[in-house]
């Protein structure tokens, strides 16, 4: 079974944004043929408020509603808290996309993957 992860890069090679700052996410899909991208997701945050405030959570939750995991530069425990809840599962990593996929395939390969969430168990 596929399951989907979003990425918190503005250059599409890196993780380079902390996910306060993401204003959209890119989103992949590790399955049995390997990687494919599923699309760049905007998140529009209300103006004035920090990212960690309830409806700006809920925004990021809708961008996410896909998502098992997210990978970001830095997140905040009030925002880690919030997605572990929905069962999304936070990285903060300082890694190339590259270096992600070969990592999430290989071991998606060996049977040591499992990111919770949604439909993707």
């Given at each position: 079974?596929?399951?989907?992860?979003?990425?918190?890069?503005?250059?599409?090679?890196?993780?380079?944004?902390?996910?306060?700052?993401?204003?959209?996410?890119?989103?992949?899909?590790i399955g049995e043929?390997?990687?494919?991208?599923?699309?760049?997701?905007?998140?529009?945050?209300?103006?004035?408020?920090?990212?960690?405030?309830?409806?700006?959570?809920?925004?990021?939750?809708?961008?996410?509603?896909?998502?098992?995991?997210?990978?970001?530069?830095?997140?905040?425990?009030?925002?880690?808290?919030?997605?572990?809840?929905?069962?999304?599962?936070?990285?903060?990593?300082?890694?190339?996309?590259?270096?992600?996929?070969?990592?999430?395939?290989?071991?998606?390969?060996?049977?040591?993957?499992?990111?919770?969430?949604?439909?993707?168990?």
């Amino acid at each position: 079974m596929a399951y989907r992860i979003a990425i918190a890069s503005s250059n599409g090679e890196t993780v380079n944004q902390h996910f306060g700052q993401a204003t959209s996410l890119l989103v992949y899909e590790i399955g049995e043929d390997g990687v494919r991208f599923v699309g760049d997701r905007t998140v529009e945050l209300i103006p004035g408020e920090a990212a960690h405030t309830e409806g700006n959570m809920q925004r990021f939750a809708e961008a996410l509603h896909d998502c098992s995991a997210i990978f970001v530069r830095r997140i905040g425990a009030r925002s880690a808290g919030y997605l572990h809840r929905l069962h999304i599962r936070t990285f903060e990593v300082d890694f190339t996309l590259h270096h992600i996929f070969a990592t999430l395939v290989k071991n998606r390969q060996r049977g040591r993957v499992r990111l919770l969430g949604g439909t993707n168990e």
